[in-house]
């Protein structure tokens, strides 16, 4: 079972940045896929990025252009750059291992970002 524990979040202006921070308790370099996804109040949780073994990276269409995903395999952890921020980023920020497209362990607690405008 890999733990996932997700950092970085916080509270920010809209326009600026967040790095946000996953780690996970095992070995991610023989992992295929690991993706962020987030979750605003009231929504589903949604994919926002993914990076594959070879570092593919793959955004939605809410952050393509701001957003750069990247894994530091060394460390167990996988990072979401999000710029120019918008209020409609405010959600709660996940991780985890995926397997067909699917997430495959349990969801960590996430991360949570609030834009204010």
């Known amino acids: 079972q890999v733990q996932l524990v997700e950092s970085g979040g916080g509270l920010v202006q809209a326009g600026e940045s967040v790095t946000l921070s996953c780690l996970a308790s095992a070995d991610i370099k023989i992992q295929t896929t690991v993706g962020w996804f987030r979750q605003a109040p009231g929504k589903q949780r949604e994919l926002v990025a993914h990076?594959?073994?070879?570092?593919?990276?793959i955004y939605a269409d809410s952050v393509r252009g701001r957003s750069t995903i990247s894994r530091e395999d060394a460390k167990n952890t996988v990072y979401l750059h999000i710029d120019k921020l918008k209020p409609e980023d405010t959600a709660i920020y996940y991780c985890n291992i995926l397997y067909a497209m699917e997430p495959r362990y349990p969801w960590g607690r996430g991360t949570q970002v609030t834009v204010s405008s």
């Open positions: 990076i594959t073994r070879v570092g593919s990276k």
